[in-house]
């Protein structure tokens, strides 16, 4: 009897022996918040979509996203800002001038408010390979690259593969979501940032690499915090007669390829700025001191290492046609950065 009770009690012992915890799942890189931007941008579409935000990765496998989505088929207007930037960075005079015009920021349409959507999934890691599974009614499954920063204050996201989209980007660090860096700190950034684009517009995909962004060209506004502007003297590709200007574009006698360059913060509570540019023919084509037409909006979300630093954009460009024809629009996904 006693050894009878012996394995009775052994068995039971096995039976209500509290089981192991769960091994926490890898953090992509070992960081948990990302800002991503991600497209659908195929030549023969005029349903390209883009979308930008940011996803938050938890120890227990699972992974959050919120993101702005811009698709064509429910353009949207662009959408005011409130910002006018002040005198210390723009001119209220025509013509040639240092510096741009004082006009009010656009920006994509809905970038001001709340995200568009939100979602849920779970994650997990494979040596250098992330995979997310959505929860969602179709299926969505993403796989990136990760990639950590020589550093080690960032990772980076590379897009493999993804049932939806077609290109993307992503950079991660342990900063919360709502760190950002004031326009006087984005000004002093001291490294070299470069453009990575992919690009859709009139049915045609351009894809440009390791393009300068010169931001020590960019006049700090007497509000810092708020906004830089640029004045591009000249442009050897955009701005011509043949890109809308026949009066006043390069190439005429007016001969003017002038871009007027804005940059602007969107919130004081998370990564959101916007870039905003345009030809400034195209405004003395219409009689107007400041563009309404088909200006480029260009949503963006800070990248911020784990010390705070800031580290560059990831984008997307939502221009939608404000002659009403999808052709026109003007799309892409885009990262402005000094981590390739």
């Given amino acids: 009897m006693r050894a009878a009770a012996a394995v009775l009690s052994f068995v039971l012992a096995i039976i209500v022996a509290p089981s192991a915890p769960a091994a926490a799942a890898q953090l992509p890189g070992g960081k948990a918040t990302y800002v991503v931007s991600q497209g659908h941008l195929k030549a023969a579409s005029n349903e390209n979509w883009v979308r930008l935000g940011s996803y938050r990765f938890a120890a227990n496998g699972t992974v959050t996203s919120a993101l702005y989505l811009w698709w064509q088929r429910h353009p949207v207007a662009r959408q005011r800002t409130g910002l006018v930037p002040d005198s210390g960075c723009t001119t209220k005079a025509g013509g040639a001038q240092s510096r741009p015009r004082m006009c009010e920021v656009l920006t994509a349409g809905g970038f001001t408010g709340a995200p568009d959507e939100s979602r849920t999934g779970t994650y997990t890691m494979s040596g250098n390979v992330l995979t997310i599974r959505w929860k969602i009614a179709q299926t969505w499954t993403e796989q990136w690259y990760v990639r950590p920063s020589p550093d080690g204050k960032l990772a980076r996201l590379d897009l493999k593969s993804s049932t939806l989209a077609t290109h993307g980007y992503g950079y991660g660090s342990n900063a919360a979501l709502g760190t950002r860096r004031a326009m006087s700190s984005v000004k002093a950034f001291p490294g070299s940032l470069r453009q990575d684009l992919t690009s859709w517009a009139g049915g045609k995909i351009t894809t440009a690499g390791n393009q300068p962004f010169g931001l020590s060209a960019f006049r700090a506004c007497s509000t810092t915090t708020t906004c830089l502007t640029y004045l591009q003297p000249s442009s050897n590709s955009a701005c011509q007669k043949e890109g809308g ?35 400034t023919c195209l405004a003395m084509e219409r009689r107007e001191f400041c563009y309404t037409g088909n200006s480029h909006v260009k949503p963006l979300m800070q990248i911020i290492d784990d010390t705070g630093a800031f580290r560059g954009w990831v984008g997307a460009e939502a221009s939608f046609s404000t002659g009403g024809s999808r052709a026109q629009d003007m799309m892409a996904v885009l990262r402005i950065t000094d981590f390739h």
């Fill in 245 to 279: 200007c026949p009066h006043y574009g390069g190439g005429t006698r007016a001969n003017i390829s002038s871009i007027q360059y804005y940059l602007t913060k969107i919130s004081n509570s998370d990564r959101r700025d916007t870039l905003w540019h345009w030809c």
